[in-house]
Antibody, heavy 123, light 113 residues
Framework: EVQLLESGGGLVQPGGSLRLSCAASGFTFSSYAMTWVRQTPEKGLEWLSSISGTGGSTYYADSVKGRFTISRDNSKNTLYLQLNSLRAEDTAIYHC????????????????WGQGTVVTVSS | DIVMTQSPDSLAVSLGERATINCKSSQSVLYSSNNRNYLAWYQQKPGQPPKLLIYWASTRESGVPDRFSGSGSGTDFTLTINSLQAEDVAVYYCQQYYTISLTFGQGTKVEAK
């Protein structure tokens, strides 16, 4: 059974940093691109960043480019998102999602999502 | 970025009746070299993450009931739920993956009348 379990969220002050993790199980992690998507009531679902199965290719939304960094450790079946220079508008539920296609390439549609971890940016 | 606009924002349908959700993209998501529409539909219930229903605009994900169907091409797409069941009450999102910068519709809330 595929499972994605996010962790690392919490309350952080503006300008602060967090590192989110997504522990994956139930599939061959290195064969799949992975993605981070965040969700808020105001803006809905917002794509943030994706990474190929090998980790050799990464992609970012303009809104987070230069502030967030995606990475993965295929030996630990874990996806990461480093969040720096956080702003109030980064407050959201952060989901990791598994690419449906098994080629390792990033297409951008997802057959499994984690429940999410909550990030709150506030002083 | 491609803007995805869904209509309506919400709808109430009697159980057993049909629900139709529309999704319009600000530019075509049809890739001419493979004749595929880079469009997916998701269902999200309260407290749960999104669930993939449809991809390539009309391919139903494994395990999804056949009362769910997707249609359309280019910039205009439709998700149809035939014979709405109580468990279909949820918010539905369309999403384009034609560009690296993925974008989602704002969501359509489906309720039982």
């Amino acid at each position: 059974e595929v499972q994605l379990l996010e962790s690392g969220g919490g309350l952080v002050q503006p300008g602060g940093s967090l590192r989110l993790s997504c522990a994956a199980s139930g599939f061959t992690f290195s064969s799949y691109a992975m993605t981070w998507v965040r969700q808020t009531p105001e803006k809905g679902l917002e794509w943030l960043s994706s990474i190929s199965g090998t980790g050799g290719s990464t992609y970012y939304a303009d809104s987070v480019k230069g502030r967030f960094t995606i990475s993965r450790d295929n030996s630990k079946n874990t996806l990461y998102l480093q969040l720096n220079s956080l702003r109030a508008e980064d407050t959201a539920i952060y989901h990791c999602a598994k690419e449906r296609d098994s080629s390792g390439h990033y297409y951008g549609y997802f057959d499994y999502w984690g429940q999410g971890t909550v990030v709150t940016v506030s002083s | 970025d491609i803007v995805m606009t869904q209509s309506p924002d919400s709808l109430a349908v009697s159980l057993g009746e049909r629900a139709t959700i529309n999704c319009k993209s600000s530019q075509s998501v049809l890739y001419s070299s493979n004749n595929r529409n880079y469009l997916a539909w998701y269902q999200q219930k309260p407290g749960q993450p999104p669930k993939l229903l449809i991809y390539w605009a009309s391919t139903r994900e494994s395990g999804v009931p056949d009362r769910f169907s997707g249609s359309g091409s280019g910039t205009d797409f439709t998700l149809t739920i035939n014979s709405l069941q109580a468990e279909d009450v949820a918010v539905y999102y369309c999403q384009q993956y034609y560009t690296i910068s993925l974008t989602f519709g704002q969501g359509t809330k489906v309720e039982a009348k």
